[in-house]
């Protein structure tokens, strides 16, 4: 029986950087699916729960705020949802919607694929 792939949905306004994120991961082994801003996010969730979130914060339409209030009450704790932010307080706009880790922007693809790879190895 084959293994299950971990899928991670890239939340991102930036479509050259959600681009590359899926193309790190995808070459990382992982599954990947995108969503260009929160309403997105929550659509794609619906469909099917990824493993992992990789959220940014600041996106017309539905911000990382919003997502991060909309899908905490309706979903469980069960799927780690890691900021992905250029703004100066990342660690704070984290902790802002009970995220469970963050990664600055600009970052360190290395960087991401460690912190990418410890919450799926819950």
């Given at each position: 029986?084959?293994?299950?792939?971990a899928?991670?949905?890239?939340?991102d306004d930036?479509?050259?950087?959600?681009?590359?994120?899926?193309?790190?991961?995808?070459?990382?082994?992982?599954?990947?699916?995108?969503a260009?801003?929160?309403?997105e996010?929550?659509?794609?969730?619906?469909?099917?729960?990824?493993?992992?979130?990789?959220?940014?914060?600041?996106?017309?339409?539905?911000?990382?705020?919003?997502?991060?209030?909309?899908?905490?009450?309706t979903?469980?704790?069960?799927?780690?949802?890691?900021?992905?932010?250029?703004?100066?307080h990342?660690?704070?706009q984290?902790?802002?919607?009970?995220?469970?880790?963050?990664?600055?922007?600009?970052?360190?693809?290395?960087?991401?694929?460690?912190?990418?790879?410890?919450?799926l190895?819950?």
């Amino acid at each position: 029986m084959a293994a299950r792939i971990a899928t991670v949905l890239v939340v991102d306004d930036d479509e050259d950087l959600r681009a590359m994120v899926a193309l790190v991961l995808e070459t990382a082994g992982y599954g990947v699916r995108t969503a260009a801003n929160g309403f997105e996010a929550l659509q794609q969730i619906e469909a099917g729960e990824p493993d992992l979130i990789l959220l940014d914060m600041r996106m017309p339409r539905m911000d990382g705020w919003e997502f991060g209030r909309r899908f905490r009450a309706t979903h469980s704790r069960r799927i780690p949802v890691v900021v992905m932010t250029a703004a100066e307080h990342a660690e704070k706009q984290a902790k802002e919607i009970d995220a469970d880790d963050f990664v600055a922007k600009p970052f360190d693809v290395d960087n991401l694929l460690r912190v990418v790879a410890r919450h799926l190895r819950r």
